[in-house]
């Protein structure tokens, strides 16, 4: 019965995140110049239906003109709308802004590339709903940006962080978890450098579906172990993680085709994109790890050494439940979605 109440606290917290999963998506905008004094547009909204959207608006500079009607569409899901615009002296030093931005829970991502093909990455919030458009981006400054993109993009990729959350849980031992994880980290470091250059390529759907089927089989492997049924994935997880984490890399990878590379510094930004995700992932096992060893040690002080460890493998069985719930529910979302 407390395994059941625990398994219904995280899913009355979990499944009403995955309800407004529309509301969570980010928007895009793109503002790519043509000439010293034009740009193309593009700007791409979550919608809801086909024919309403959400009420945030490009702000541009004063001064700047439309060269044209522009044009909108609803399509897959998303307001789509290009404009070709013009202003004296260009966009560079002036201020962008997204009107209604602060009134939602969506963040938006944005690319701005210059004509002697610098690219400026942006991540806009309720919090931040403007920027400065910068002619060429240095290499501290993309950077700084790509480490920022990394970082967030780990720790709001709750997909990813289930996966990782699930090797905790399975591997015993700050050592086997370091090894685990550091197999992880070469092996998605691995595919996201080839997909994001080029080499290598994966269908995004697939994939996706794919990257919760591989939570799934994670979740059971804990509960296959905590019953005394280990299999390879218990006796050597760093083998799992490292062929997990192949597959892991594509999804990366597709974040970052989002928002692009810059061409003039390609290395700087893949590198420090790749750093940014380890740096959150990091955080995130250190605050599971130090979470773990609190409440065991907060326990401990309570229960003997056998019946705590009863209860440590009771909680395991019912974290690889939940998890495994959530996982098939995005299985089935992102299965279905082939056919919609």
Known sequence: MNRFRFLLAVLTVLLPQLAFSDELRPGYLEIRQTSPDAYNLLFKIPARGEELRLAIYVKLPEGTQDVGPPRASFSAGAYVERRSIRRDGGLAG???????????????????????????????????????????PGAGEVAATYLRLGVEHILFGFDHLLFVLALVILVRGWARVALTVTAFTIAHSVTLAASTLGFVNAPGPPLEATIA????????????????????TARMPWLVAFSFGLLHGFGFAGALA????????????????????????LIFVAAVLSAISLLRYAASRLLEPAPLQRAFDRLDVAVGYAIGVVAAYWLVERTTAFFA
């Open 94 to 136: 002036q201020t962008v802004s997204i009107e209604g931005l602060s009134a939602t829970l969506t963040d938006v991502l944005v690319r701005a590339e210059s004509l002697a093909g610098g690219i400026q990455t942006e991540r806009l919030s309720p919090t931040k709903t403007t920027f400065i458009v910068q002619a060429t």
């Open 213 to 232: 089927l591989s939570i799934m089989l994670v979740s059971v492997e804990i509960l296959n172990a905590r019953r005394g049924r280990p299999s390879l």
């Open 258 to 281: 989002e928002v692009g590379l810059p061409q003039h510094a390609i290395p700087v930004a893949l590198l420090f994109f790749n750093i940014g995700v380890e740096v959150g992932q």
